[in-house]
């Protein structure tokens, strides 16, 4: 007993650090995807995207990914967004599967802002393939499925 009071401390931060997490993760998200109130599209859709004007920052960091950022994918274009590490294509495609919202500017698919979409209906409706290598572990028919 006397050798287990010697971990009563780290206990105490062991304590600390899990309430920290649990409150962390208890917090509501800004983006719900159960919210219909906006929710004004949910599909088919052609496949034309726009970027306007988009400029963006990670809500914990002071520097900006992006500012004005402006491009159009038309519906049947192939794309490969190509860059050194941390440039941005990975918020690309987070920012038009709504896990962030833009600081400023809009993305559109049709013409339409993606805020107007049903978030459940818009992440179905995308296809993406990450950079994993995991990904490539088994058959073509494997990774596919």
């Not at 920052?57 to 520097?63: A, D, G, I, L, V």
């Amino acid at each position: 007993t006397g050798n287990a009071l010697q971990f009563m401390p780290d206990i105490g931060k062991a304590i600390a650090a899990s309430r920290s997490i649990f409150s962390y993760l208890d917090q509501k998200s800004e983006i719900d995807i159960e919210d219909k109130t906006h929710a004004k599209y949910s599909g088919p859709i052609a496949g034309k995207i726009e970027f306007k004007n988009v400029s963006f920052k990670y809500p914990s960091r002071e520097q900006w990914i992006f500012k004005n950022l402006n491009f159009t994918v038309n519906p049947g274009q192939k794309v490969a967004l190509v860059g050194t590490s941390g440039c941005g294509k990975s918020t690309i495609i987070q920012l038009l599967l709504r896990f962030y919202d833009v600081n400023e500017g809009s993305i559109l698919i049709d013409g339409k802002d993606i805020r107007e979409y049903d978030l459940r209906s818009l992440r179905r409706m995308v296809g993406l393939i990450s950079q994993e290598p995991v990904l490539f572990d088994g058959t073509i028919e494997y990774n596919i499925k």
